[in-house]
């Protein structure tokens, strides 16, 4: 079973287009995380959510808009895509935030746009 | 504010090679220290963690130890297989109300039959 689970793996869209990649953890965590990797793998927190409260809200465009439905699906849309928006988006979740819990990663949805 | 200093790869070495990733931090109190890793095409997974001072954490016959007074956590193997080829990253994960992990660059390593 897939712990944490990212829908689409691969995502190619044209600028100027708004889309949404889902989350969703079956661990009974508490916390979930959106993160964005650039291509030289650096890691950029974005939002976290601790059972459906936003408790991370990075600097990040507002065309970005994270959704908690409940604790265990956190979705991210994208309004208007930008060239520079093109990165691997990644889930995560935690049994909370506290600083023992360590993360657990979907595998990611690669984000193209042309 | 906390942060982590991770060194630059990419590290390139030979299977049975001995391999260290240095990491070092800046935090008040006491954080917690981790090391995850990065296989191809996949998400991130943690390897090992340390919660507090002169803790050793250990895995798949990685090692790391929670050195305060160095403010460091380094990644050792004794001896490296081609699968270990990966990025690694350090991260840090603060006390009190900080809820943000703190993350390292990430350090590509590659091993050669």
């Known amino acids: 079973d897939t712990a944490v689970s990212q829908t689409p793996k691969y995502l190619v869209t044209q600028m100027g287009n708004d889309k949404s990649i889902k989350c969703e953890q079956n661990l009974g965590h508490d916390t979930m995380y959106w993160y964005k990797q650039d291509s030289k793998k650096f890691l950029k927190i974005m939002f976290s959510y601790n059972n459906k409260e936003l408790i991370i809200n990075e600097t990040v465009p507002n065309r970005f808009s994270p959704k908690s439905p409940d604790k265990a699906h956190l979705n991210l849309h994208i309004n208007s895509l930008e060239l520079g928006d093109s990165a691997v988006y990644f889930c995560?979740?935690?049994?909370?935030?506290?600083?023992?819990?360590?993360?657990?990663f979907g595998d990611g949805t690669r984000l193209s746009i042309l | 504010g906390n942060s982590v200093t991770q060194m630059e790869g990419p590290v390139t070495l030979s299977e049975e090679a001995f391999l260290t990733i240095n990491c070092t931090y800046t935090?008040?109190?006491?954080?917690?220290l981790f090391w995850y890793v990065q296989y191809p095409g996949e998400g991130l997974q943690l390897l090992l963690k340390?919660?507090?001072a002169d803790d050793k954490g250990s895995n798949k016959g990685f090692e790391a130890t929670y050195r305060k007074e160095t403010t460091s956590f380094h990644l050792e193997k004794g001896s490296v297989q081609v699968s270990d080829s990966a990025v690694y990253f350090c991260?840090?994960?603060?006390?009190?109300?900080?809820?943000?992990?703190?993350w390292g660059l990430g350090t590509s390593l590659a091993v050669n039959p």
């Open positions: 995560a979740s935690s049994q909370d935030s506290t600083r023992n819990q360590p993360q657990h």
């Open positions: 991260a840090l994960k603060g006390a009190g109300n900080n809820r943000k992990l703190i």
């Open positions: 340390a919660t507090k």
């Open positions: 935090a008040t109190g006491y954080p917690s």
